[in-house]
C-alpha cells in the first residue's frame, strides 16, 4: 500500500499524520510544489510584520518527518496525474504510484487586471517566497499601495505598517471587508485603522502601475496618481483544479467531493482550498478556504485512506483577525435573508460590535468587532451544533453566557457540543 498526498500546507500534512495514526506501517509520499518544509500560511502576516520567525511558520521540524516515516518530496510541483496508470508525474521528471491518493492543491491568488502588474515591486501576499520578497524590498521602499478590501489585503496593509511604511489600501466597494461586514461594522474597523496610520481609499481600483523594470507610481481608476514602491495584490484566491479536472475528477468551483471526502474516483480524495465540500449552514457546495477547515478535512481523508471510515460534517465559513489590538470574527452566514432574524449591538464610540443572525431561533452566523472575544468559539460551536437559542435571544452577546447556561437544552447532544467547541476554539487565537 503507497499512500500519495499532493501538497504541503495544512491539509496535506495533517492528511498524512492522520493516516500514521492509524497505519504505521505503510509508505506515506508527500509532495510539495514549494521548496519549505510545511509551514502555516496563515502566520505569514506575522512574518512580514516582524513578529514570527521563520521558524515559527513551521508546522514540524526537519527531523520529525523522519521519525514518522513520512517520505517529503519538496520543490518538485505534480504536473499529471494517471488514474489509469495509478501514478503521478512531477517536474522533475519522475514518476510516483499510488494506491491512494489525496489531492491538496491549495489555490492561487487572482490577478491584478491591469496593465504593469508584471513589473517588480508588484506582489501576492499568499506564501512564504511572497513575503521573503515583501520584506527585501520594504528596506528601500517608503510607500505601499495594497489593493483589496478583504481579509488578505488588510492583513498585509497592517504587516507592512508595522514594518514603518507608509501604507495606502485602495478599496473597490464602499467600505472594507464588503462579504463579511455590514457599513456600520466596517466603520468601526475603518476608523480604528486610520487612527493607526493606514489611509483607506473607497471606490477605487487599480488603473495600470507606472514604472520602467521597477513599480514607480500607481494610477488610480479615479484619475488619480501616487508614487509607490510596492504593489500588493490582495483581490482573492481560485482553487488550483487543472490537475484534477485533466485527470478526470468531477470539478466545479473546485474539486467536488462526497461526505467522506472522496472524489468521484475510488481511492482518490480531495481537501483543503481546492476541495469543494457542504457548508453546514446553507447545504450548499462551496469553497470555505480556511486553515482550520484544511486541517479538518485533511484529518477526516487521512482516516478514509486508512480504512477508518469517518464522515465529515461539512464546512462553516469563519474568518478572524487582529488589527493594531483590535479584534474581527465573522462566523457562519454574515448576511441576512429573508427569514433570519439579526441582533445587532453597535457601539461605535467604544469601538464595539455585535451581529447576531438566527433562523427558527437557531444561530446561523454572527460578527464580533472589538471588545472581548474570548466567546467566539463558544458560539462558533452554537452554530455547528444548530442549538436552539428561543430562550437565550435576550443573553446574546453577555459576557456571562456560556456552555454552562445550555447544559439542560444540549441534552443528547451535549458531548457532541462540547467536542466542537474545543475545536472552534482554535480558530481564534492571534499570539
Known amino acids: ?13 495533517r492528511a498524512a499524520q492522520s493516516i500514521r495514526e492509524r497505519d504505521p506501517v505503510n509508505s506515506v509520499t508527500l509532495i510539495s510544489a514549494e521548496p519549505y518544509l510545511p509551514y502555516a500560511r496563515c502566520l505569514i502576516p506575522d512574518f512580514l510584520a ?27 510541483p505534480v504536473i499529471r496525474i494517471s488514474y ?28 491584478l487586471n491591469a496593465p504593469g502588474e508584471e513589473k517588480e515591486g508588484v506582489y501576492h501576499f499568499w506564501t512564504f517566497d511572497d513575503a521573503r520578497k515583501i520584506i527585501a524590498r520594504s528596506a528601500s521602499s517608503e510607500r505601499a499601495v495594497i489593493f483589496g478590501g478583504g481579509l488578505i489585503g488588510l492583513k498585509a496593509a497592517y504587516a507592512l505598517k508595522k514594518r514603518g511604511l507608509e501604507v495606502q489600501l485602495a478599496v473597490k466597494s464602499h ?24 489611509v483607506i481609499r473607497t471606490g477605487c481600483g487599480p488603473k495600470e502601475i507606472l514604472g520602467d523594470n521597477q513599480v514607480r507610481a500607481v494610477n488610480f481608476d479615479t484619475g488619480e496618481s501616487l508614487e509607490a514602491q510596492i504593489v500588493i495584490v490582495g483581490k482573492g484566491v481560485a482553487a488550483n483544479k487543472s490537475l484534477a479536472e485533466k485527470a478526470g475528477l468531477n470539478c466545479s468551483s473546485g474539486i467536488v ?8 474516483k475510488p481511492n482518490v480524495f480531495a481537501a483543503g482550498d481546492v476541495a469543494e465540500t457542504k457548508d453546514i449552514i446553507t447545504g450548499n457546495y462551496t469553497i470555505n478556504g480556511l486553515w482550520l477547515s484544511a486541517q479538518e478535512q485533511g484529518w477526516v481523508a487521512g482516516e478514509n485512506m486508512a480504512g477508518f471510515k469517518r464522515k465529515y460534517p461539512g464546512s462553516l465559513a469563519a474568518n478572524a483577525a487582529e ?4 479584534p474581527f470574527v465573522a462566523v457562519g452566514l454574515v448576511r441576512p435573508e429573508k427569514d433570519t432574524e439579526v441582533i445587532d449591538t453597535c457601539l461605535p ?23 472581548d472575544i474570548s466567546l467566539a ?6 452554530v455547528r451544533n444548530k442549538v436552539s437559542l428561543k430562550n437565550y435571544k435576550p443573553v446574546l452577546g453577555q459576557d456571562t453566557f456560556d456552555y454552562a447556561d445550555l447544559r439542560d437544552s444540549l441534552e443528547e447532544n451535549a458531548e457532541g457540543f462540547r467536542e466542537s467547541l474545543s475545536i472552534a476554539g482554535k480558530r481564534f487565537f492571534f499570539k
Open 175 to 198: 467600505h472594507l471587508l464588503s462579504q463579511l461586514l455590514n457599513e456600520e461594522a466596517a466603520d468601526i474597523l475603518a476608523a480604528y485603522l486610520k487612527e493607526n496610520g493606514i
Open 377 to 382: 468559539g463558544f458560539y462558533t460551536a452554537l
Open 1 to 13: 500500500m503507497h499512500y500519495l498526498i499532493i501538497g504541503g500546507c495544512a491539509a496535506g500534512l
Open 323 to 326: 488589527f493594531f489590538g483590535l
Open 50 to 76: 516582524g513578529t514570527r520567525s521563520e521558524q515559527d511558520l513551521y508546522l514540524e521540524k526537519p527531523e520529525y518527518y523522519q521519525q514518522q516515516k513520512i517520505e517529503l518530496v519538496l520543490n518538485d
Open 349 to 371: 464610540e467604544h469601538l464595539f460590535y455585535r451581529r447576531f443572525l438566527l433562523r427558527n431561533d437557531i444561530l446561523i452566523g454572527f460578527v464580533f468587532v472589538g471588545g
Open 257 to 264: 467531493v462526497d461526505d467522506y471526502l472522496q472524489t468521484g
Open 84 to 111: 489509469e496508470k495509478k501514478e503521478v508525474q512531477t517536474a522533475s521528471g519522475k514518476k510516483w504510484p499510488f494506491d491512494r491518493l489525496l489531492v491538496g492543491t491549495g489555490s492561487t491568488p487572482k490577478g
